[in-house]
Structures are given as structure tokens and as C-alpha cells.
């Protein structure tokens, strides 16, 4: 195995309660904004160096009825916008957390 650099470490990772500004933990994150239904705006503190990153975004849901899919909307340097969708395209709150991870240069 090779050694590890910066780039291949997370720049970010969030734990977010669900319909909430609360972060539950969390790296190199200032802020949670509860920005629409299904919708949040995660706010980095150490910017990435441009908004060419990778966002992974898992909605937590606990529904056996409902196929939620976690996306992203826009990424800044400073910050990206996650969205919890349904089946049917409208937006969902996750019923348990937000989570998210980001990989790139900082």
C-alpha cells in the first residue's frame, strides 16, 4: 500500500440531524443551513481549492416504503447544496440524518 497524500483524505464529512441546522459530528464543516424541504446547505470552513470535488451525499431514511437518493445540487469552493429525493422527484426530509463526505484539493 501506498503512502497517503492530502488529496486522498476527506476534506469534509458531515452527521446531520434531519430538518435541522444541528450538526451531530463532523470535519472541516462550519455550518448546516436547513435551506427547503429536502434540501441542505453544507458550509466548509478550509474552502477546497475550486469546486471541482467530489460529494457523496446518503440521506438516512428508515422508510421501507419510500426509495430516497441523496444528490447534489451546486458546489461553490466554500460549500455545496445536498437534496434527498423521492421516487416521484419531490423532495423529502430524510426521517433520520443527513450525511455527506467530499474528497478533493484544498
Known sequence: MGAFKGDDLAGCWVCGTRNSTTIK?????????????????VT????FASANYAVLVT?????????????????????Y??????????GLDPSLDWNSVAFGVQ
Open 44 to 47: 466548509i470552513t478550509t474552502d
Open 59 to 79: 440521506p438516512g431514511d428508515s422508510s421501507t416504503t419510500l426509495v430516497a437518493s441523496g444528490t447534489v445540487s451546486s458546489k461553490a469552493a466554500g460549500s
Open 25 to 41: 459530528a463532523s470535519f472541516n464543516v462550519t455550518s448546516l443551513g436547513d435551506t427547503a424541504t429536502g434540501q441542505q446547505t
Open 81 to 90: 447544496v445536498m437534496n434527498s429525493v423521492v421516487e416521484a422527484g419531490s
